[in-house]
């Protein structure tokens, strides 16, 4: 028996049980093996489209995907489609531009919607300040890419603002920041629930 | 925190996960648990820039230089490091092949003992590992929260108050927490009942892969048992469910199956695992699925006391430092597939013949 991913003989015979499929048989040479066994999550992106399929069959049209195909993330500019095609999101921001969107998936993923345990330690971060940020970030870039320096030094001079600030939620203390010449604000602690 | 520059460090060690102690560890090779955490403000690794990207590894570094205790822990800039050097590490299970394969900056410190380890720009910012040997999820887990806690200080993580940790991919949001069991099961497997018994969990909430063999084939009998859902439920719950409900089962299975062998056919048995040992220490050239395949069973037959002149520290390393970069890097030399097979049967029968009496630096 030839390896599914190449010509070499598989020795090795891997099982997926995942549920709800049922046992799945992968036939591998020994680098393919490898590759499989040591990949984390059994394959993500067929979980995603499988519940994005799934979702299709529960009244979805198609004229509807289409249309969510073509929605963006402001904020790191990915489409639906993209996400889809790579089971991959683009920025923290989609969580919230694709919400709607993502609810189902999550559903039938996780089969829950709340997020019942640990948190972070800092103030939890506000939305808005992050998506502020990773879209200045990029402007940013596409200034500099354009040699538009000036907008891009003024843009820098936002993010800078933005993260020296310790009651702003984007905040990033001097000693991470990659400006070190910041030194004036004291500490980061502070930022309660 | 030091930056490491070549890994003879971790070359010449075995982590302490494969020390062969730690409850039921007769049949559960190790516990790991991971965390996916990524940092508000930046893009996740797909919609980064290479400059996002620097920037990122920048800013966990610094945090991970100012933590206490840290002095000890080696920095590795994987970008920097050769194939195989990247090759070794993944065999060692201390990095992701994903990592390994990836492109632009990223890197991992690891701790001297290879507890914990914590890799940069992987699919997400960070991912945090920890891994015990045995089956010790929660003590793991005490571990990994102080980690993560202090990793955290001053980091901002992207978290959502409903959806929790944000993570690239949907099937890791929420907790971000994946709890894997390694555990050796010849026992199932000899008595055909593998398929049966994780069948019998499918309405279980986790994942269970394996690698083993067909027939007159080479077996390797490892499965890992890990959660599938990461939203929905504490830390806490997801430990349970996989350390309490789903491994002890599998372990009072894959027992019962061992003692069955034993009643049924204890000669057979021992003939099997003394031909194994015999020709782990004598064979003069091996691939590594065969080795793979006779390690198994000489480790269930030190479990079951029918060889004891071996330890099961000595098999469990033997797993890992057989494979094709750790043999490349112990003889400090590139080796062909052919190579490898000499230089992994010089290495078995070095670590198997007289073992027990063999003192540790001669290895
Ligand atoms: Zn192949
Ligand atoms: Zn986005």
């Given at each position: 028996?030839?390896?599914?991913?190449?010509?070499?003989?598989?020795?090795?015979?891997?099982?997926?049980?995942?549920?709800?499929?049922?046992?799945?048989?992968?036939?591998?040479?020994?680098?393919?093996?490898?590759?499989?066994?040591?990949?984390?999550?059994?394959?993500?992106?067929?979980?995603?489209?499988?519940?994005?399929?799934?979702?299709?069959?529960?009244?979805?049209?198609?004229?509807?995907?289409?249309?969510?195909?073509?929605?963006?993330?402001?904020?790191?500019?990915?489409?639906?489609?993209?996400?889809?095609?790579?089971?991959?999101?683009?920025?923290?921001?989609?969580?919230?531009?694709?919400?709607?969107?993502?609810?189902?998936?999550?559903?039938?993923?996780?089969?829950?919607?709340?997020?019942?345990?640990?948190?972070?330690?800092?103030?939890?971060?506000?939305?808005?300040?992050?998506?502020?940020?990773?879209?200045?970030?990029?402007?940013?870039?596409?200034?500099?890419?354009?040699?538009?320096?000036?907008?891009?030094?003024?843009?820098?001079?936002?993010?800078?603002?933005?993260?020296?600030?310790?009651?702003?939620?984007?905040?990033?203390?001097?000693?991470?920041?990659?400006?070190?010449?910041?030194?004036?604000?004291?500490?980061?602690?502070?930022?309660?629930? | 925190?030091?930056?490491?520059?070549?890994?003879?460090?971790?070359?010449?060690?075995?982590?302490?996960?494969?020390?062969?102690?730690?409850?039921?560890?007769?049949?559960?090779?190790?516990?790991?648990?991971?965390?996916?955490?990524?940092?508000?403000?930046?893009?996740?690794?797909?919609?980064?820039?290479?400059?996002?990207?620097?920037?990122?590894?920048?800013?966990?570094?610094?945090?991970?230089?100012?933590?206490?205790?840290w002095d000890d822990i080696q920095y590795v800039d994987i970008d920097s490091l050769a194939e195989v050097d990247r090759q070794f590490l993944v065999e060692r299970q201390?990095?992701?092949?994903?990592?390994?394969?990836?492109?632009?900056?990223?890197?991992?410190?690891?701790?001297?003992?290879?507890?914990?380890?914590?890799?940069?720009?992987?699919?997400?910012?960070?991912?945090?590992?920890?891994?015990?040997?045995?089956?010790?999820?929660?003590?793991?887990?005490?571990?990994?929260?102080?980690?993560?806690?202090?990793?955290?200080?001053?980091?901002?993580?992207?978290?959502?108050?409903?959806?929790?940790?944000?993570?690239?991919?949907?099937?890791?949001?929420?907790?971000?927490?994946?709890?894997?069991?390694?555990?050796?099961?010849?026992g199932l497997v000899i008595t055909q009942q593998i398929e049966k018994v994780f069948r019998s969990m499918q309405r279980i909430n986790v994942t269970v892969r394996g690698?083993?063999?067909?027939?007159?084939?080479?077996?390797?009998?490892?499965?890992?048992?890990?959660?599938?859902?990461?939203?929905?439920?504490?830390?806490?719950?997801?430990?349970?469910?996989?350390?309490?409900?789903?491994?002890?089962?599998?372990?009072?299975?894959?027992?019962?199956?061992?003692?069955?062998?034993?009643?049924?056919?204890?000669?057979?048995?021992?003939?099997?695992?003394?031909?194994?040992?015999?020709?782990?220490?004598?064979?003069?050239?091996?691939?590594?699925?065969?080795?793979?395949?006779?390690?198994s069973k000489v480790r269930m037959g030190v479990n079951l006391g029918l060889i004891d002149d071996v330890e099961v520290a000595t098999i469990n390393k033997l797993f890992?430092?057989?494979?094709?970069?750790?043999?490349?890097?112990?003889?400090?030399?590139?080796?062909?597939?052919?190579?490898?097979?000499?230089?992994?049967?010089?290495?078995?029968?070095?670590?198997?013949?007289?073992?027990?009496?063999?003192?540790?630096?001669?290895?």
């Open positions: 028996m030839k390896c599914q991913y190449c010509d070499k003989p598989a020795t090795f015979h891997i099982t997926e049980l995942t549920q709800p499929g049922g046992p799945q048989i992968l036939h591998l040479c020994e680098h393919h093996a490898r590759t499989v066994l040591q990949k984390e999550a059994p394959s993500p992106i067929k979980t995603i489209t499988g519940a994005l399929a799934k979702q299709l069959q529960l009244g979805q049209t198609k004229e509807e995907l289409q249309k969510l195909d073509k929605k963006e993330c402001p904020s790191c500019g990915i489409t639906f489609f993209e996400f889809r095609n790579s089971g991959r999101l683009g920025c923290p921001m989609d969580y919230t531009h694709f919400e709607s969107d993502l609810t189902p998936l999550l559903i039938n993923i996780h089969d829950s919607l709340e997020h019942t345990g640990k948190r972070p330690s800092r103030a939890a971060a506000n939305v808005d300040a992050q998506a502020e940020l990773i879209s200045l970030r990029k402007a940013m870039e596409a200034a500099v890419q354009n040699e538009d320096y000036e907008t891009a030094s003024q843009i820098r001079d936002k993010i800078n603002e933005i993260q020296g600030d310790p009651k702003h939620p984007g905040y990033v203390p001097p000693s991470e920041n990659d400006d070190a010449d910041s030194e004036e604000s004291a500490s980061g602690e502070g930022g309660g629930l | 925190m030091k930056q490491a520059t070549d890994l003879s460090v971790l070359v010449k060690n075995s982590g302490e996960w494969l020390k062969g102690t730690g409850p039921e560890s007769d049949i559960v090779i190790s516990s790991r648990i991971r965390l996916a955490r990524n940092l508000a403000g930046f893009p996740f690794i797909k919609k980064c820039s290479d400059d996002d990207r620097r920037k990122i590894e920048r800013q966990v570094r610094t945090r991970l230089e100012a933590l206490a205790g201390l990095i992701s092949r994903e990592i390994a394969e990836a492109e632009g900056s990223r890197a991992v410190a690891i701790d001297p003992g290879e507890q914990y380890s914590v890799m940069i720009n992987e699919e997400d910012h960070l991912r945090l590992q920890v891994m015990h040997s045995g089956l010790d999820l929660i003590s793991a887990w005490e571990q990994m929260d102080k980690l993560d806690d202090a990793i955290e200080g001053e980091l901002l993580y992207a978290f959502h108050p409903r959806f929790g940790y944000l993570t690239a991919c949907p099937t890791n949001v929420g907790t971000g927490l994946r709890v894997s069991v390694m555990l050796h099961l010849p690698l083993y063999g067909e027939g007159s084939q080479y077996t390797g009998d490892f499965y890992q048992v890990s959660n599938q859902v990461t939203l929905g439920h504490t830390e806490r719950e997801l430990l349970t469910m996989v350390g309490e409900e789903v491994v002890p089962r599998i372990i009072d299975y894959e027992r019962k199956a061992r003692d069955f062998l034993m009643e049924k056919g204890e000669q057979d048995l021992l003939d099997d695992v003394s031909r194994a040992l015999g020709i782990l220490s004598t064979a003069r050239k091996i691939s590594s699925e065969e080795t793979m395949h006779y390690l890992i430092h057989t494979q094709p970069a750790h043999l490349q890097k112990l003889q400090g030399r590139m080796l062909t597939t052919s190579d490898r097979h000499i230089e992994r049967a010089n290495y078995l029968q070095r670590h198997l013949r007289d073992s027990g009496s063999l003192p540790e630096e001669l290895n």
